[in-house]
Protein backbone atom coordinates (compact mmCIF):
# COMPACT_ATOMS: atom_id res chain seq x y z
CA UNK A 1 0.00 0.00 0.00
CA UNK A 2 1.51 3.33 -1.29
CA UNK A 3 2.44 5.57 2.23
CA UNK A 4 2.92 9.27 2.41
CA UNK A 5 3.69 10.70 6.03
CA UNK A 6 4.23 13.80 7.56
CA UNK A 7 6.44 14.81 10.39
CA UNK A 8 6.06 16.60 12.51
CA UNK A 9 2.56 16.62 12.63
CA UNK A 10 2.52 20.14 14.21
CA UNK A 11 4.63 23.20 15.62
CA UNK A 12 4.73 26.44 17.16
CA UNK A 13 7.42 28.63 16.53
CA UNK A 14 8.06 32.51 16.69
CA UNK A 15 8.39 35.01 13.66
CA UNK A 16 11.66 34.92 12.66
CA UNK A 17 12.20 31.34 13.04
CA UNK A 18 13.08 28.83 10.62
CA UNK A 19 11.50 25.67 10.34
CA UNK A 20 12.10 22.16 8.61
CA UNK A 21 9.13 20.01 7.04
CA UNK A 22 9.40 16.16 6.51
CA UNK A 23 8.11 14.27 3.71
CA UNK A 24 8.34 10.52 3.54
CA UNK A 25 6.98 7.95 0.84
CA UNK A 26 6.86 4.29 0.37
CA UNK A 27 5.14 3.78 -3.33
CA UNK A 28 5.29 1.66 -5.67
CA UNK A 29 5.66 4.29 -8.85
CA UNK A 30 6.83 7.64 -7.81
CA UNK A 31 6.35 10.31 -10.37
CA UNK A 32 6.57 13.49 -8.48
CA UNK A 33 6.05 15.12 -5.31
CA UNK A 34 4.28 18.43 -4.93
CA UNK A 35 3.76 20.26 -1.50
CA UNK A 36 0.93 22.70 -0.59
CA UNK A 37 -0.18 25.61 1.50
CA UNK A 38 -3.80 25.14 2.76
CA UNK A 39 -4.50 27.67 5.21
CA UNK A 40 -8.79 27.93 4.79
CA UNK A 41 -10.07 25.35 2.45
CA UNK A 42 -8.17 25.72 -0.63
CA UNK A 43 -4.59 24.18 -0.95
CA UNK A 44 -2.01 26.48 -3.05
CA UNK A 45 0.27 24.74 -5.08
CA UNK A 46 3.98 25.85 -3.49
CA UNK A 47 6.71 23.26 -5.63
CA UNK A 48 6.61 20.28 -7.46
CA UNK A 49 9.79 18.22 -7.80
CA UNK A 50 11.18 15.52 -9.68
CA UNK A 51 14.67 15.10 -9.46
CA UNK A 52 16.57 14.34 -6.80
CA UNK A 53 19.08 17.11 -5.06
CA UNK A 54 17.52 19.98 -6.83
CA UNK A 55 16.06 22.72 -4.78
CA UNK A 56 13.28 24.56 -5.74
CA UNK A 57 13.17 27.95 -4.16
CA UNK A 58 10.29 30.23 -4.09
CA UNK A 59 11.04 33.73 -1.62
CA UNK A 60 11.77 32.44 1.66
CA UNK A 61 10.57 28.66 1.11
CA UNK A 62 12.55 26.46 -0.50
CA UNK A 63 12.03 22.13 -1.30
CA UNK A 64 14.29 19.54 -2.14
CA UNK A 65 14.11 15.56 -2.77
CA UNK A 66 16.00 13.01 -2.43
CA UNK A 67 14.72 9.73 -4.24
CA UNK A 68 17.40 7.37 -2.86
CA UNK A 69 15.96 7.47 0.78
CA UNK A 70 12.59 8.39 -0.51
CA UNK A 71 12.10 12.12 1.04
CA UNK A 72 11.73 15.12 0.62
CA UNK A 73 11.92 18.73 3.15
CA UNK A 74 10.34 21.62 2.93
CA UNK A 75 11.82 25.15 4.60
CA UNK A 76 10.90 28.04 5.60
CA UNK A 77 13.37 30.50 6.69
CA UNK A 78 12.37 33.73 8.64
CA UNK A 79 9.08 32.91 9.48
CA UNK A 80 5.91 35.13 9.49
CA UNK A 81 2.83 35.06 11.13
CA UNK A 82 1.31 34.52 7.46
CA UNK A 83 3.22 31.31 7.05
CA UNK A 84 0.79 29.40 9.35
CA UNK A 85 -1.28 26.85 7.85
CA UNK A 86 -1.09 23.59 6.86
CA UNK A 87 1.64 22.23 4.78
CA UNK A 88 0.42 19.11 2.53
CA UNK A 89 2.94 16.83 1.07
CA UNK A 90 1.38 14.86 -2.21
CA UNK A 91 3.40 11.79 -4.38
CA UNK A 92 2.02 11.30 -7.63
CA UNK A 93 2.28 7.30 -8.21
CA UNK A 94 1.19 7.18 -11.47
CA UNK A 95 0.95 8.22 -15.24
CA UNK A 96 -2.43 10.11 -15.09
CA UNK A 97 -1.83 12.09 -12.35
CA UNK A 98 -3.08 10.83 -8.75
CA UNK A 99 -1.96 12.22 -5.96
CA UNK A 100 -1.37 10.60 -2.36
CA UNK A 101 -1.78 12.89 0.13
CA UNK A 102 0.10 12.78 3.52
CA UNK A 103 -1.95 13.87 7.03
CA UNK A 104 -0.11 17.71 6.27
CA UNK A 105 2.00 19.60 9.04
CA UNK A 106 0.30 22.33 10.82
CA UNK A 107 2.65 25.17 11.60
CA UNK A 108 1.73 27.92 13.50
CA UNK A 109 4.00 31.12 13.76
CA UNK A 110 3.68 33.45 16.83
CA UNK A 111 4.39 37.49 17.04
CA UNK B 1 -12.24 30.53 -15.59
CA UNK B 2 -9.71 31.77 -13.83
CA UNK B 3 -9.59 29.10 -11.28
CA UNK B 4 -11.26 26.04 -10.26
CA UNK B 5 -15.05 26.45 -9.01
CA UNK B 6 -16.93 24.72 -6.97
CA UNK B 7 -20.52 25.06 -5.35
CA UNK B 8 -22.04 25.48 -2.95
CA UNK B 9 -19.67 26.87 -0.92
CA UNK B 10 -21.44 25.21 2.28
CA UNK B 11 -24.08 22.73 2.76
CA UNK B 12 -26.47 21.14 5.74
CA UNK B 13 -28.43 18.67 5.06
CA UNK B 14 -30.13 16.10 6.74
CA UNK B 15 -29.17 12.12 7.60
CA UNK B 16 -30.64 10.34 4.67
CA UNK B 17 -31.04 12.82 1.63
CA UNK B 18 -29.24 12.83 -1.58
CA UNK B 19 -26.54 16.23 -2.29
CA UNK B 20 -25.03 17.16 -5.75
CA UNK B 21 -21.71 19.13 -5.80
CA UNK B 22 -20.29 20.87 -8.39
CA UNK B 23 -17.18 21.69 -9.74
CA UNK B 24 -15.76 23.97 -12.91
CA UNK B 25 -12.25 22.95 -13.45
CA UNK B 26 -9.86 25.63 -15.16
CA UNK B 27 -10.54 25.61 -19.21
CA UNK B 28 -8.33 23.55 -20.92
CA UNK B 29 -7.59 21.33 -18.16
CA UNK B 30 -8.20 17.90 -18.77
CA UNK B 31 -7.76 16.14 -15.55
CA UNK B 32 -10.29 16.63 -12.47
CA UNK B 33 -9.93 14.83 -9.09
CA UNK B 34 -12.15 14.80 -6.34
CA UNK B 35 -10.90 14.77 -3.02
CA UNK B 36 -12.50 14.13 0.83
CA UNK B 37 -10.89 15.74 3.70
CA UNK B 38 -12.65 15.40 7.38
CA UNK B 39 -11.77 17.61 10.15
CA UNK B 40 -8.22 17.48 10.94
CA UNK B 41 -7.14 14.79 8.40
CA UNK B 42 -5.27 14.86 4.96
CA UNK B 43 -7.10 14.93 1.97
CA UNK B 44 -8.53 11.23 0.77
CA UNK B 45 -8.38 10.82 -2.73
CA UNK B 46 -12.35 9.74 -4.02
CA UNK B 47 -12.09 9.49 -7.73
CA UNK B 48 -10.34 11.04 -11.05
CA UNK B 49 -11.38 11.98 -14.65
CA UNK B 50 -8.61 12.33 -17.58
CA UNK B 51 -10.45 13.13 -20.53
CA UNK B 52 -12.50 10.54 -22.63
CA UNK B 53 -10.98 7.56 -20.12
CA UNK B 54 -13.08 5.68 -17.95
CA UNK B 55 -12.28 7.54 -14.48
CA UNK B 56 -10.45 5.91 -11.77
CA UNK B 57 -13.32 5.17 -8.79
CA UNK B 58 -11.16 3.22 -6.61
CA UNK B 59 -11.13 6.02 -3.99
CA UNK B 60 -14.76 6.25 -3.29
CA UNK B 61 -15.81 4.96 -0.02
CA UNK B 62 -19.12 3.15 -0.76
CA UNK B 63 -21.65 3.11 -3.66
CA UNK B 64 -23.53 5.80 -2.36
CA UNK B 65 -21.00 8.04 -3.87
CA UNK B 66 -20.63 8.53 -7.54
CA UNK B 67 -19.50 11.28 -9.67
CA UNK B 68 -19.80 12.21 -13.50
CA UNK B 69 -18.05 14.98 -15.86
CA UNK B 70 -20.13 16.04 -18.56
CA UNK B 71 -18.64 16.80 -21.90
CA UNK B 72 -15.23 16.88 -20.68
CA UNK B 73 -15.70 19.87 -18.21
CA UNK B 74 -18.18 20.26 -15.25
CA UNK B 75 -18.36 17.44 -13.03
CA UNK B 76 -20.99 16.50 -10.04
CA UNK B 77 -20.40 14.58 -6.85
CA UNK B 78 -23.84 12.85 -5.77
CA UNK B 79 -23.57 11.90 -2.42
CA UNK B 80 -27.24 9.59 -1.73
CA UNK B 81 -28.59 8.67 1.39
CA UNK B 82 -26.21 10.70 3.33
CA UNK B 83 -24.82 9.90 6.78
CA UNK B 84 -22.85 11.62 9.34
CA UNK B 85 -19.05 10.27 8.78
CA UNK B 86 -19.70 12.14 5.39
CA UNK B 87 -19.66 15.30 7.00
CA UNK B 88 -16.71 16.47 5.44
CA UNK B 89 -14.62 19.34 2.98
CA UNK B 90 -15.18 17.73 -0.55
CA UNK B 91 -12.26 19.61 -2.80
CA UNK B 92 -12.12 19.40 -6.25
CA UNK B 93 -8.81 19.80 -8.39
CA UNK B 94 -7.99 20.17 -12.12
CA UNK B 95 -4.68 20.00 -14.16
CA UNK B 96 -3.30 19.20 -17.49
CA UNK B 97 -3.28 15.59 -17.18
CA UNK B 98 -1.99 13.30 -19.38
CA UNK B 99 1.02 13.98 -17.85
CA UNK B 100 2.29 13.46 -14.35
CA UNK B 101 4.57 16.84 -14.16
CA UNK B 102 2.23 19.52 -14.36
CA UNK B 103 0.51 20.73 -11.13
CA UNK B 104 -3.02 20.78 -9.89
CA UNK B 105 -4.76 23.46 -8.78
CA UNK B 106 -7.74 23.33 -6.12
CA UNK B 107 -10.87 25.10 -5.81
CA UNK B 108 -12.15 26.24 -2.91
CA UNK B 109 -14.16 22.90 -1.33
CA UNK B 110 -17.80 22.27 -0.35
CA UNK B 111 -18.14 21.76 3.58
CA UNK B 112 -20.71 19.42 3.80
CA UNK B 113 -22.62 19.14 7.21
CA UNK B 114 -24.50 16.06 7.68
CA UNK B 115 -27.09 16.75 10.66
Known amino acids: EDKVVQSPLSLVVHEGDTVTLNCSYE??????LLWYKQEKKAPTFLFMLTSSGIEKKSGRLSSILDKKELFSILNITATQTGDSAVYLC???????????FGAGTQVVVTP | GAGVSQSPSNKVTEKGKDVELRCDPISGHTALYWYRQSLGQGLEFLIYFQGNSAPDKSGLPSDRFSAERTGGSVSTLTIQRTQQEDSAVYLC?????????????FGQGTRLTVV
Open chain 2, 93 to 105: ASSLGQTWNTEAF
Open chain 1, 27 to 32: VTNFRS
Open chain 1, 90 to 100: AVRTDSWGKLQ
